[in-house]
């Protein structure tokens, strides 16, 4: 399959294997809140660039896990997935084998509210107007990086607006040891599109990788990270 | 394609073509309601019943158009699909065709409530409660159903209790010629499910189509519309 095809290639081109016996854990895609059996709060990601990236780390030599939202992809060859659906649920899957991994990257979209009391039962409409009780979902970054022994822990930004000011603030604030942001307001970029433009910003540095294919840019990230650890 | 088959046997199958040069209009999948720009609310629907349902008119021999909301499946061939997101967005790609429609068919799962006011930018996390104000969407079945010249027009009910007594009720209230009520609650029914049972209710009957693959249940289900029509 392609995976298959794209990992050959990329065994070419990156000859040392920087990150044999290393443990990656990616999550990617959305969360999905439920409203009632039926209806729930959702984003539009697609997954795409946090499956890339799970390429870039197998191909570097990782032992690679995938926790993913609810995405259209299939699982690359060689690579382990979790499936969950909810902000909670993907915080409880990645809780559960943390312990064991060298370098975390959010790359999922998490939905940072859940709905207060979803409905075991279709919610029928009736009133003209209606008011949806959200409550924010745990913080799944924040709760990885807080660990006393925790991994290289990568964050992602997708903003619309002072995409750099934002991201350097959300580096800080949950204390990530880098943040690969990216501006989701220009067309064929980011969500649901197969190329990217990211800034990659840590303390007292930052790259800016220009839009291009997100296999091609999740191993440039990929590189940037495993420099980023040696030089810890 | 697998489309083009099932055409090709159904054809020897219904050797007449009781729709031919009538035009049938279906609504499928879901609708997505925008917080912002990357946040929406949606549903399960996955489609699959709305574009079954277009194959089965198409091999009775009818025009067939699909208004489809988001959905992972490409558009039978013979078939004309015009994509849409929101319910606002349905509803006018609905009502600019809707006069050269003989048989209308509302299987999409309109969300029920939009946003009331979405934010062009992607609204920052801070609070710890959020309430987000919702307002009803317009009713797409009720709007087609109360035109003048309308076409038959025919509702889907997906519930999770009390189904049938549900469906009866909207059936009158939408003035419906016909509904078509499924318990979405049952597992491997429904909802992104290949297979389906539905109680196909009228003004003065009933019939019971029991869970089935999709595509047959779509077959028969013309078949009763078809039925009805020519009893009017």
Redesign the interface.
């Known amino acids: 399959d392609i995976t298959q095809r794209v990992i050959t290639y990329f065994h070419h081109v990156s000859a040392d294997k920087p990150l044999l016996g290393k443990r990656v854990m990616i999550t990617a895609g959305p969360t999905r809140e439920a409203?009632?059996?039926?209806?729930?709060?959702?984003?539009?990601s697609s997954g795409k660039m946090g499956y890339a990236l799970a390429v870039a780390a197998r191909v570097l030599g990782a032992q690679v896990t995938i926790v993913s939202g609810p995405v259209?992809l299939t699982c690359p060859s060689q690579i382990a997935k979790i499936d969950v659906e909810s902000a909670e649920d993907m915080l409880k899957a990645v809780m559960t084998d943390i312990d064991k991994q060298d370098i975390f990257i959010g790359c999922a979209?998490v939905?940072?509210?859940r709905i207060?009391q979803a409905s075991s039962?279709?919610i029928?409409?009736s009133?003209?107007?209606?008011?949806?009780?959200?409550?924010?979902n745990p913080d799944i970054l924040a709760t990885v990086s807080a660990l006393p022994q925790r991994p290289f822990t990568v964050g992602f930004a997708?903003?619309?607006?002072n995409v750099v000011d934002?991201a350097r603030d959300k580096l800080k604030r949950k204390k990530l040891d880098m943040i690969a942001a990216n501006d989701?307001?220009i067309a064929d970029q980011g969500?649901n599109s197969d190329s990217n433009a990211l800034q990659v910003i840590w303390d007292g540095g930052q790259h800016a990788l220009p839009a291009m294919n997100k296999q091609i840019l999740a191993h440039q990230l990929m590189s940037i990270i495993v420099e980023n650890m040696s030089n810890k």
């Open positions: 409203i009632d059996p039926v209806r729930y709060i959702s984003n539009h259209a979209a939905a940072d509210y207060e039962d279709k029928k409409k009133a003209e107007k209606m008011q949806l009780a959200l409550t924010r997708a903003e619309t607006s934002y989701v307001s969500f």
